[in-house]
């Protein structure tokens, strides 16, 4: 299958600094890629949608001058963190989508874990 | 909104015997997905099985196969002649098959499976 590649797979920063996580799609173009955050034991939550070319759709309660979303191309979108506090600290997973349409398979990313002191 | 429920927070089986992880959803759409996705310790969701809501046969996928009732909104997933390696957080997700939602997925709470020996 497809395969999507998330860096750095752990950083850890101090409060305050901004981190990048960069989500690639090695072998396919990704018009689209998405953006989970998971908590410990817990489900993945769609943050948003990234749609390249264009700006990111967020899912409601999510900042968006937080978490800053860059689909620059088509095998490429980043997530920064901004002014990250502990709160922040958590597992945030790529996803993307191969094909149009509704149906085109997703393919997940290894995930990047964020520790923030 | 389409919500996802997984009743079972954790399940054991022994290795070669079958299990079967409870999953339901509800939704006024008539057109889904619905897919089982298994997270190893290693964290990157890997797709199991899908299934196509307009399609009544269920899917399977060698040792997998699912329990689809569209009437009652469930999707169970068995897993027969359970392997050590089937050990992990398996998540039930739903997708909408209307193309204006992208591709996004709803995921279930999860059910850690736990396979003894």
């Known amino acids: 299958g497809a395969v999507v590649s998330q860096h750095p797979s752990r950083v850890i920063c101090k409060s305050g600094t901004s981190v990048k996580i960069e989500c690639r799609s090695l072998?396919?173009?990704?018009?689209?890629m998405f953006w989970y955050r998971q908590f410990p034991k817990k489900s993945l939550m769609l943050m948003a949608t990234?749609?390249?070319?264009?700006?990111?759709?967020?899912e409601q309660g999510v900042e968006k001058d937080k978490f800053l979303i860059n689909h620059a191309s088509l095998t490429l979108s980043t997530l920064t963190v901004t002014s990250a506090h502990p709160e922040d600290s958590s597992f945030y997973i790529c996803?993307?989508?191969?094909?149009?349409?509704?149906?085109?398979?997703?393919?997940f990313g290894e995930g990047s874990r964020l520790t923030v002191l | 909104a389409q919500t996802v429920t997984q009743s079972q927070p954790e399940m054991s089986v022994q290795e070669a015997e079958t299990v079967t992880l409870s999953c339901t959803y509800d939704t006024s759409e008539s057109d889904y997905y619905l897919f089982w996705y298994k997270q190893p310790p290693s964290r990157q969701m890997i797709l199991v099985i899908r299934q196509e809501a307009y399609k009544q046969q269920n899917a399977t996928e060698n040792r997998f196969s699912v329990n689809f009732q569209k009437a009652a909104k469930s999707f169970s997933l068995k897993i027969s002649d359970s392997q050590l390696g089937d050990a992990a957080m398996y998540f039930c997700?739903?997708?909408?098959?209307?193309?204006?939602?992208?591709?996004?997925?709803?995921f279930g709470t999860g059910t850690r499976l736990q396979v003894t020996l």
């Open positions: 997700a739903y997708r909408s098959a209307w193309s204006g939602t992208a591709s996004k997925l709803t």
């Open positions: 996803s993307a989508r191969e094909g149009g349409g509704a149906i085109g398979e997703l393919f």
């Open positions: 990234s749609n390249e070319g264009s700006k990111a759709t967020y």
């Open positions: 072998d396919f173009q990704a018009t689209t």
